[in-house]
């Protein structure tokens, strides 16, 4: 049989329900089953979980037993109320449905504080019975932290503060899982100092250290009703009734969080479904039927599941949408005002693959989930309880099941879901079905109804332009490109040429399905490499740590400095390694390649940038001095060098040019590309030069016919050619002059057409202007050609019947 790495969904929830059966009744681990859900806090997966990925992390015992320290928690709480505090707090997870039980086990050996534990090379070092080498021993030690000492140890100098209670009350480090995906050992610190002659500050303790126990039981952060934390709308009762234990955040409405909630230390449906996804008692597939353990009885006798896929409409997985379901009884209207269980799509699919630019993950979040795309947009809705009427009347339930976007705020370690780093929305709008299954009144174990959710109008174009690592497709000429990352695990490879002594930026922004820029989407990382450097290192020239850092909204920018002129490998990838039809990006290299002339007279003069990823409103700067910029293309920038009076002291040697986009604050910079003094030979001083025209002028053609090119040339004051002039080009097409009227003025002429260009004398001085014409209507084309200061010719071209 395959394993249920390799099996479908459908096949591998069937082979969790068998193998949870199987592994109960026979007291063995649970965890050799898997488990689709909300619940998990942690998902097994290559390369540092060494047993089927996909899998839950679970306790390797249904009995772990927590330790106690033997002293007391605080001068108001000693060891025997300190020990009936705990037990409350854990008690509140030994559910008859559940097949996990916590107890005490007994107590530690000395009183833990800071004068038995202290800070080792691996982190703090309990005394030997409270360490993670004693799990089989003692799996779960609490300590009673009665002077704060531990807290500051495991926290930070302060962090046991009676005014960081909120944080700071309850510490739990969950220190020894096993390479086969179980939990061995945890730790849980009660800091004395937020207890006091108040009760409300030993039940604010007691309800931080419930929602600790589900921590260390292995379960997750959960969304339902998330009204109930933003208020808005304003929550009703029924909604904060079902606003589990186990969110991410608490809500604060006055000094004890605790009273912000009715019945806190109660768990609500989504907190159950949680833990019985996770350790259930089930009797499917067992002939002949095992015999819950005493206290215990099936966990869905009145419960059942709904699981299945969220999609892009080409197919892939939609990772990250919370899928919460609403319970209507059959023969109500309309159902319960308020979610009821939760589910993540992609919870168990891998969670973080690494990028090309950053490396594998740190730490196990590389080992968290599989890498089987088949549970990219899978969920399950693990436990969904039978409402319980009051007539008592159980009836067939409708399911009314919808799709949303987790709470872009629970992320790190308060992520819901697999998106840890940064939570991604949603692409296309929110679904709801209407799920009907045979559930009469549950009493048939184990019905489960898929339902699965294509977003017709979610982003699907995925005709990636980018090339291998191995042969990178150059950068569009203009600098500038959209595409996507639109499958896991995609990187976008380019490449550019660089001259010695440039600079360029690197921008990528992330964009959303309607092309705006976002944060809710990729998180963009740039690396750049020698285009001779091996495949498959880590960037040798440069690269961003971390996705935006731009002040620009979803941009993230790379500068970059070339010492020598060689080409360059750039590659664009998710911080996450991750990759989605939404996951659309708009990349530019700005870049400033080359300058002509490279040479001009102390008065200064015309300069033309070439290279790319220019636009309108760039500027420019020469030897620290700006300029005034007269045109501007993706490829191209015109501009007029200051003379060299304006700068602080007389320029020994060729000075910087540099380009800055005043939006982006992008640079690029040609180091020494700029000279002043006397011109090259053939050469003389700008306000020297002046214009001959030497064909083309007074040229009248047929409607059908076409201008010649006008032909001038730049010349000195006594008539030698000039080479590599900059000259500018004005030219306007009006209309032919229309016969003035008996009386009354001459009627004007219209514009028909006008256009700016630049254009620089070749080695004989020579300019070619390509006559500005508009087909078939008489015409008269104006032509302005312009040469440093005094260089001017205009001449007038004919078109008509």
Not at 349 to 367: E, L, R, W
Not at 649 to 676: F, I, K, Q
Not at 717 to 731: C, I, S, T
């Amino acid at each position: 049989m395959a394993g249920a790495e390799d099996a479908s969904p459908t096949v591998a929830l069937g082979l969790r329900i068998g193998r949870a059966a199987a592994c109960l009744a026979l007291g063995c681990l649970l965890a050799a089953g898997a488990a689709w859900a909300s619940g998990p806090r942690w998902v097994t997966g290559p390369p540092n979980f060494t047993g089927p990925s996909g899998q839950a992390v679970l306790w390797y015992t249904l009995q772990p037993l927590y330790f106690t320290d033997p002293g007391d928690l605080s001068a108001s709480v000693d060891h025997a109320a300190a020990d009936a505090l705990v037990a409350a707090a854990a008690g509140v997870w030994n559910l008859p449905i559940s097949a996990i039980t916590l107890n005490q086990g007994g107590a530690l050996n000395q009183h833990v504080s800071g004068a038995n534990t202290y800070l080792g090379e691996d982190g703090v070092v309990f005394p030997p019975d409270a360490q993670s080498s004693n799990y089989f021993a003692k799996q779960i030690a609490v300590v009673y932290d009665s002077d704060g000492s531990v807290t500051d140890l495991l926290l930070g100098a302060g962090a046991s503060s009676p005014a960081e209670c909120r944080q700071n009350g309850v510490t739990e480090s969950v220190d020894g899982i096993s390479p086969a995906g179980t939990i061995l050992h945890a730790v849980l610190v009660l800091n004395g100092r937020c207890t006091g002659q108040a009760p409300e500050q030993q039940l604010q303790l007691q309800y931080q250290l419930e929602r600790a126990f589900g921590r260390v039981l292995g379960l997750g952060w959960s969304q339902t009703n998330d009204n109930v934390f933003t208020q808005t709308p304003q929550p009703t009762y029924n909604q904060a009734m079902h606003w589990p234990i186990l969110h991410p955040m608490d809500i604060v409405c006055g000094p004890y969080t605790y009273q912000c909630l009715p019945q806190p230390f109660t768990l609500r449906d989504d907190d159950v479904a949680g833990l019985i996804t996770l350790y259930p008692w089930v009797a499917m597939y067992q002939l002949p039927t095992p015999t819950p353990a005493p206290g215990k009885v099936w966990s869905y006798l009145q419960a059942s599941v709904v699981y299945g896929t969220v999609s892009f409409p080409t197919g892939e997985g939609m990772q990250g949408v919370n899928v919460v379901v609403r319970r209507q009884q059959g023969g109500w209207p309309i159902p319960e005002a308020w979610q009821d269980v939760s589910g993540v799509s992609g919870s168990y699919f891998q969670q973080n693959g690494g990028n090309p630019v950053t490396g594998p993950a740190a730490g196990t979040a590389q080992s968290l989930g599989s890498p089987d795309g088949q549970w990219q947009g899978f969920y399950e809705l693990g436990w969904i309880p039978d409402i319980d009427p009051p007539d008592g009347a159980h009836g067939p339930m409708i399911g009314v099941v919808s799709t949303e976007a987790i709470n872009p705020l629970y992320i790190g370690a308060y992520a819901v879901g697999p998106y840890v780093a940064g939570q991604v929305a949603p692409s296309g709008a929110a679904q709801s079905q209407t799920t009907e299954y045979p559930l009469f009144p549950f009493v048939v174990p184990w019905n489960a109804w898929a339902t699965d959710f294509t977003a017709t109008d979610a982003a699907s174009g995925c005709a990636v332009g980018d090339g291998p690592e191995s042969a990178p497709n150059p950068v569009p000429p203009g600098g500038w490109w959209t595409d996507v990352l639109c499958a896991h695990g995609h990187a976008a490879w380019s490449t550019f040429t660089a001259q010695a002594g440039r600079t360029a930026t690197l921008e990528v922004t992330a964009l959303d399905e309607h092309g705006l820029a976002t944060t809710a989407k990729a998180m963009p990382l740039i690396g750049v490499w020698a285009a001779t450097d091996a495949t498959g290192t880590l960037p040798t020239v440069a690269a961003t740590p971390a996705a935006f850092n731009s002040m620009q909204p979803g941009m993230t920018a790379l500068g970059v400095a070339a010492v020598q002129a060689q080409g360059l490998r750039l590659v664009i990838a998710d911080a996450r390694g991750d990759g989605r039809p939404d996951f659309a990006y708009r990349a530019r290299v700005l870049y400033a390649d080359t300058l002509q002339p490279a040479i001009v007279g102390t008065v200064g003069g015309e300069i033309t940038i070439q290279g790319m990823g220019f636009r309108m409103g760039n500027t420019v700067t020469v030897n620290g001095v700006a300029t005034a910029v007269t045109g501007w293309s993706a490829t191209e920038i015109v501009a007029i060098a200051p003379p060299a009076s304006a700068f602080r002291s007389p320029p020994t040697g060729p000075v910087d040019v540099v380009v800055t986009d005043l939006e982006t604050h992008g640079t690029t910079a040609m180091t020494g590309a700029l000279s002043y003094g006397n011109p090259p030979p053939g050469s003389t001083d700008p306000s020297q030069w002046r214009l001959v025209v030497m064909s083309g002028a007074g040229q009248a053609v047929a409607l059908a016919g076409t201008f010649a090119p006008v032909v001038v040339m730049v010349t000195d004051a006594v008539g030698d050619p000039v080479a590599g002039a900059p000259v500018a080009v004005h030219q306007t097409a009006d209309a032919a002059e229309m016969p003035c009227p008996t009386r009354g003025p001459c009627p004007i002429a219209p514009a028909l057409a006008a256009s700016d260009t630049a254009a620089i004398s070749d080695g004989n001085g020579l300019v070619s202007v390509t006559p500005l014409q508009v087909a078939g209507v008489a015409e008269v084309t104006h032509v302005v050609v312009a040469a440093g200061t005094q260089g001017f010719v205009s001449l007038s071209l004919n078109q008509g019947p």
